[in-house]
């Protein structure tokens, strides 16, 4: 792969370009949501080991409080979002679709709410005192994957960080939150960002943002401008999927990342810029991981909203409190529409990876005829890895899984420009989805 100039935008080769949908929520300043009655908290809501329950029901806990601690190392940290009652420890529905455990917060109706936080000066840290730090306060990446901070910010040994980048492309249509992050803590942003650059030492740092949010560019080149250590802001070419992190780094280094290699085999660390606002949070005032920001937006949604909603809270009251659907049977997604989760149940709790909750009416989801493949080759010419994903689509019709894997379906992020951009309708990410599951199963046995 090679980084090519579009006007004179950097991007990576391939791509499509969806309608954006973003002028719904973009200029819509961050809201907070009101507390509500109850809160539910999965022990999973990041990649790796549940976190281990440290409180009881019946209990009383501040907003804030740790009530499960870290599960193993690939875990975290988790806290009352309020200050309130364990009113249980059970199974409940997860936005994921399965049944899981998780803690139930009833609110103190009488509580003001006031945090009651201390600092954790990163300044005196060791590097293992920072991971930790970083591990305990429940930090995910916040661009949707939540993989816990701290084991990406652990650089193995002979390995090293020379290029740190803060990813702000936020490629996917609807999604408005980590626009309206950086332009409304833009500092936070920064410190987090030098934080982070203490700790794992790059020789330099890059904001990547794309194009359409110029707003963001202007004022992060400016907050960045009046620190001490230098950060390069470099908008990019408006194309999906630019905010993935192998397709990032094409597009700013022009480098690939190697099949089956992850961005330190490159020295690259990429962080979502949301991760890096909650870094500073955390350090400079205490406030460990109850809260994020959201996009709630669709056409079939009364009033698109980007709104700071504690963790846990129904996201039925949340889509409530921004006027609720305006048409009979929407379709709702968790994430943006490429890559988001179809959700049926609205009565499961905002985790930490819910980027958006987006209601769409038919107009935006259409429910395509699937025909044969014509050979178009369109998919061929949207794949960012240049993948054959007709052939890939065909082998997983077959079952023939050896293959696919011999064709590199692993590396397959599941993007979905090539089911975007099919004119034969043909599900290939699904088939993809199910290819990739028979390889792990085979190779679990
Ligand atoms: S879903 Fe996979 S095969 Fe399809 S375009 Fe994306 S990376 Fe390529
Ligand atoms: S885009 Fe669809 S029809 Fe065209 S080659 Fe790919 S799978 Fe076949």
Redesign the pocket.
């Known amino acids: 792969m090679s980084t090519s100039l579009i006007g004179s935008l950097q991007t990576f080769p391939h791509g499509v370009h969806p309608e954006e949908y973003k002028e719904l929520s973009c200029n819509r300043r961050i809201e907070r949501m009101p507390f509500v009655e109850l809160y539910t908290l999965p022990l999973s809501q990041h990649i790796g080991a549940p976190s281990k329950v440290v409180v009881k029901e019946g209990q009383k806990v501040r907003r804030g409080e740790m009530i499960a601690e870290p599960g193993g190392f690939v875990s975290v940290g988790l806290h009352s979002p309020v200050d309130g009652v364990v009113h249980a420890i059970d199974l409940f529905d997860h936005p994921n679709g399965q049944v899981l455990p998780a803690i139930q917060i009833r609110t103190d109706r009488f509580s003001t709410q006031q945090l009651q936080l201390k600092p954790v000066p990163p300044e005196e840290m060791t590097t293992a005192g920072f991971i930790k730090a970083v591990q305990w306060s429940g930090m995910v990446g916040m661009g949707g994957a939540a993989f816990p901070a701290h084991v990406k910010f652990s650089i193995p040994e002979g390995k090293t960080c020379k290029h740190l980048m803060l990813n702000g492309c936020e490629c996917e249509p609807f999604l408005t939150c980590d626009h309206r992050v950086m332009v409304e803590y833009a500092e936070e942003l920064i410190d987090g960002t030098r934080i982070l650059a203490r700790f794992v030492k790059p020789e330099k740092v890059y904001i990547a943002i794309e194009a359409n949010k110029p707003d963001a560019i202007t004022l992060i080149r400016e907050k960045a401008a009046e620190m001490d250590f230098a950060i390069e802001v470099v908008p990019l070419e408006v194309k999906y999927p630019q905010g993935a992190e192998k397709m990032m780094i094409s597009a700013i280094l022009g480098e690939e990342v190697p099949s089956g290699k992850l961005p330190l085999d490159v020295g690259v660390l990429v962080s979502n810029v949301g991760t890096a606002v909650a870094m500073s949070q955390y350090f400079r005032q205490g406030l460990p991981l109850i809260e994020r920001v959201i996009t709630v937006s669709g056409t079939a949604l009364k009033r698109p909203s980007n709104m700071l909603v504690p963790i846990g809270t129904p996201m039925r009251d949340v889509v409530d409190y921004c006027g609720g659907i305006t048409v009979p049977s929407p379709r709702i997604l968790l994430g943006g529409p490429m890559m988001g989760m179809v959700q049926k149940n609205l009565d499961v709790p905002v985790v930490k990876g819910t980027s958006g909750i987006l209601a769409l009416t038919d107009h935006e989801v259409r429910d395509l005829d699937t025909y044969s493949c014509i050979r178009c080759g369109r998919?061929l010419d949207?794949?960012?890895?240049f993948?054959n994903?007709a052939l890939?689509g065909m082998l997983s019709r077959k079952g023939l899984w050896e293959e696919m894997e011999e064709n590199h379906i692993m590396d397959?992020?599941?993007?979905?420009?090539?089911?975007f951009v099919c004119p034969s309708g043909i599900p290939?990410?699904q088939s993809?989805r199910v290819g990739k599951a028979m390889i792990r199963e085979r190779k679990a046995k």
Do not use: I, K, Q, T
Not at 382 to 385: F, G, S, T, W
Not at 412 to 419: N, P
């Open positions: 998919c949207a794949c960012p890895l993948l994903p890939l397959c992020f599941e993007c979905a420009s090539c089911s290939l990410v993809f």
